[in-house]
């Protein structure tokens, strides 16, 4: 793993991942059906520019796709860096809400009892003080107490094993729960990671196929996606790494900001919604969402660590999904450039 990880960083100038990493991975596709369904085009489609500031920000922090769906039709769309509307891009960790939709539609199949399921009953070899108390909504809301330290930079961490290596599973039956599980929130791509395993166990199929049958045909996507995996044939880092374009992206925030119904289809039950909606034990994070409660008007989203974004502003009935190469600091637990996302197209719309 330090072989690909040092050929990465060589590559990229600097140690963190980039969104075109698909091409040191083995990847898994998550096939599209046959029944597409295109978004429609906004009667003012790009008509009004950007203002100067939010098209500054766009580009100073290396977007490569903005796109803004409004009434659920496409109102802007943007491209930089030679993408397209079908230029495939990482998730990073807005993959972290895939993998908790897919629990979700798990529970309302009966293959999860409920978010209160003991993670031990598909992962019996699971270690730690307190691994019998680890429930299934432990894992979503990062209140799992993993031993685990979200570190992106240094090349021995653990978050550098799990994405760079070659054995995903081994390396979370490595780790204990070291903390009574549901008492404080600490991000934790493994947390995530954990869930899907629970997901793959429980269906006895990949993780790939599982998003296909139960999200990315439903919501009748465009392209077929692709998911990272540990190795040839191996297993999806199921906390990152989903791979598809800005129109596709844009899905899942439209499922989600009509409380989980897909063009009149309850794809994810509506119960879900205020899970996602609503700050769990942290104010700014909730069922794999991150929620804004300093919004004038009720914001939440999928984030991934470079910036990419899957916003949704249901009040208004707007998506923005925004890509790129890099993100700016948090402050409150949101970026900069979040927080002028919203706040120009909330001026503008």
Known sequence: YLYKAAWATYLHGHNSASI???????????????????????????????????????ENSKSVAFLVVKNDSILHEYYWDGFSDSSHSNSFSAAKSV????????????????????VKDFLPKLKGEYADE?????????????????????????????YYGSDIKGLMMSLAIKDKPGRAFHYQS??????????????GMSLADVASDWLWR????????????????????AYCCFNTNARD?????????NHGNWNGTQIIDSSFYPLAATGALDPNYSYAFWVDPNQPTPVFYQRGILGQ???????????????????GALENSHASEFRVMIEEVLKAH
């Not at 429930?135 to 550098?160: C, I, Q, R």
């Not at 992206?249 to 989600?256: D, N, P, Q, Y």
């Open 218 to 237: 439903p919501l009748q996507a465009r392209h077929t996606a692709k998911w990272h995996l540990d190795s040839h044939n191996g297993t999806e880092l």
């Open 190 to 203: 493994g947390s995530t990671q954990l869930l899907g395993m629970c997901l793959m166990e429980a269906t």
């Open 20 to 58: 075109d990493d698909a091409r040191f991975f083995a990847t898994r596709p998550i096939p599209a059906g046959n029944n597409v369904w295109e978004w429609p085009i906004h009667k003012n489609y790009n008509k009004a520019a950007l203002s100067d500031r939010l098209r500054t920000e766009l």
């Open 309 to 327: 974004y899957i916003i949704n502003i249901p009040e208004k009935d707007i998506v923005i999904v925004r890509l790129g190469h890099k993100r």
């Open 99 to 118: 993998v908790t939709m897919l629990a979700q539609i798990a529970i309302q199949k009966g293959i999860f009892s409920g978010w209160d399921q003991k």
């Open 249 to 257: 992206f844009a899905r899942f925030g439209k499922l989600m900001s």
């Open 134 to 162: 680890l429930e299934l909504w432990h894992l979503s809301t990062m209140s799992s107490g993993l031993n685990w330290d979200e570190h992106y930079k240094n090349p021995f961490s653990v978050t550098a094993k799990a």
